[in-house]
Every structure is written in structure tokens, then in C-alpha cells.
């Protein structure tokens, strides 16, 4: 693999196959999947269902252009709009895609009163290109990539107050995620939410909710904005949101779409016609039964990860909703646990150095929770 641009720290995982929760390499390793694809394949991997939709579409068309209607993208559009708020969808194909039009919207919402600045929050993720590592409030995704995007200003997560202080009189939107993912799992209080969200209505900034990694029944709603009581007025997903193939979504509110009218934005693999096809029958897959089982599994497993706390001090903190969660431990040894789990078949994410995170498929069993749990006994009584 030398030719690969060395941007990301590989795990010496090849993968042969996966399903459901498993992986396996190459050499005929199993693996226990509790990051699927970093909430990519929230049903599991190469499910029934998704596997068949997209041969089916593969064999009537790949791709055409978005110049000609396809059914599946409207059928889909009206699934988004129906679980989450009367407006409009648009398809992309990334996470970062879906904030840049979200961006590009408030621009454009802004521009008659002369407003265009946009809050953010210090340790969040928004995505890689120049405009989303601009929107990202955390330095180590910036460095060096200079000049960025201007017009964002960073408050604290969690804090109305200092969103308050860093709203001026150019200020015309939030993006919060719900959740925090990559920062580390950093759960937005309920009453921070309410409170920006009345503060938004009032002040005629958008409120736009970055689900990316919260969507699709990951924090046991189908979207995290549902915990809140509030309706954001742009929702960017992503991740699950095509069963396993790259696809992006924005959702704008009604009324707002007058701000992007015909040639205004684009893209020519958005919403490709087999992503779209993968992403509707994985997520209308995700019924009250299957968020119901989210919950209580989260519970469950965050129940145990508990207990170990309270057992060994060298873990600081557990944090998390529904299947998102996050071990925090006091020293910076989030690479040798992974290393640890990795050597004991089971596949997590350090996210931050002293930080393991686990998004596991919906479909993982309590047995399966208890394995990792003891195992991540085993290295803290061996190990820290
Ligand atoms: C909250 C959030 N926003 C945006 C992104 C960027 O998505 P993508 O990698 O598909 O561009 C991510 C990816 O991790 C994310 O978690």
C-alpha cells in the first residue's frame, strides 16, 4: 500500500469481508466491529436489504445526471422530510458537502442585511475541506492551511453565555452538533439547546444542526434533535445516511429554499442514483423497535462501563447517548488500548489521546458489550 497518500494512521487490518457486526482480514482474522465505519453502517455491514437495493439499481442504471428525475431521490426526500420538518433536501456526497451547502445558504440568507457570520464551537468537527475545517473549532484540523474560510466565530460548547458574547451584529447562524464526535462524545445539555434555539428564533439566525454522526438512530431517536424539543432550521447528514455509499444530505427548512434557486448549487454525483437507493433501504430500516433496542443496548453498555469506573481511577469519565459513546481516561493511552482491543479482535476508535470512542452496529448483542467490557478490565489491571 505505499502508493497511498499516508494521511490516515492505519490499522494493520486487511479486509477481506464483512457482515453484520464482523470483519475479516485477509489472513483469516475475525474482528468485532464496534465502530461501523465510523457510524457508517449503523444496520451492520452488507446488510440484506442494502445489498439488494443497490443490485437492483446497479442493474437498471448507475448514473445519469441530475438533470433527469430519479424516483428513489424524491421517494427519499420524502422519507427525510417526513421524519424530520417541512422543507426541502438536497443530495450530496459527504459529510463535509452537506456543511458546505449549508454555508453557502447562509451566505446567501444573509447577504441583503449585510450579515454572514456564522458561530461555531470550540472542539467540533464539521469536516476537511477549507470551508468545514474553518467552521471546526479545534486548532490540529487547521494547522497549517492557512488562509481559511473567514466569517466563524468559536464559543464554547455548552455554554450559552459565551454564545451570547460572540454573537455581534454581522452574526446569521449556529452550527452545533448535537453530539460531539470527534471532539471526544461531548453530549449537548439539554437546556443549551433550548436555550440557543429560542435565541436563534429571536434574532433570525439559523439554527443548523450538524447530525452527521448523530443521524439515523445513532443517539436512539432517529435524529439527536428530537432530544432536544427543537427543529433546527438546516439539518446536515451524512455517514448512514447511504447504508455504506458515500452520500450527503442538507434538509432546509421551508421558506428558505427561495435563497438557492435553479443553477444556484450543485453537484454531479450527488445523490447517486445507488447510494440513494443503498441509503433508503437502510434507513427505512430503522423503525421504533430498532430505536428502542439502541437505547436500551446504550444503557446497557454504558451501565457497565460504569462499574469499571467506579473500580479503576485511571478512567475519568463515560459519556454518551443511545450507541455513541466514549471512554475518557486520565493519561493518554487511547492508542494502546485500541492496540489492546485490536490484539483481542475487537475493532474501536481512539479519538482523542486519551479517548476511546464506540459506535457500534445497532445489531450488537449484550453478550458482545460484556466481551469488550471485560477486556477493557483486562488491560486495566494489567496495563495502567
Ligand atoms: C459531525 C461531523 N460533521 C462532518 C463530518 C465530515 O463528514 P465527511 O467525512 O463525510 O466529509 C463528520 C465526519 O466525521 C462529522 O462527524
Redesign the pocket.
Known sequence: MKNLLPVYRKVPVVVARAKGKYIWAENGEKYLDFLSG??VTNMGHCDKKVVAAIKKQADQYLHVSNLYHDRNQEKYARWIVKKTFPGFVFFSN??????ELAIKLVRRYGASRGKYRIITFKN?????TIS?ISATGQDKFRKGFSPLLSGFDYAVFNDFDSVIKKTGDKTVAVIV?PVQ??GGVYVAEKRFIRELSTFCRRRKILLIF?????GFGRCGKMFAFEIYGVIPDVL?L??SAGGGL?L?ITVIRKGLEKFLPAGSHGSTFGGNPVSVAAGLAHASQINGKVLARVKSTGKFFIGHLEKLREKYPAIREIRGVGLMIAVEFVKPVAREVSVFFLKNKILVNACKENIIRFLPPFTIGKNDIIKLVKTLEIFLKKEV
Open positions: 465510523i457510524s459527504s459529510g463535509a458537502e452537506a456543511n467540533s468537527f464539521h469536516g476537511r468545514t452538533e464526535g470527534e450538524d447530525e452527521i454522526q448523530t446536515t451524512a455517514k458515500p450527503g
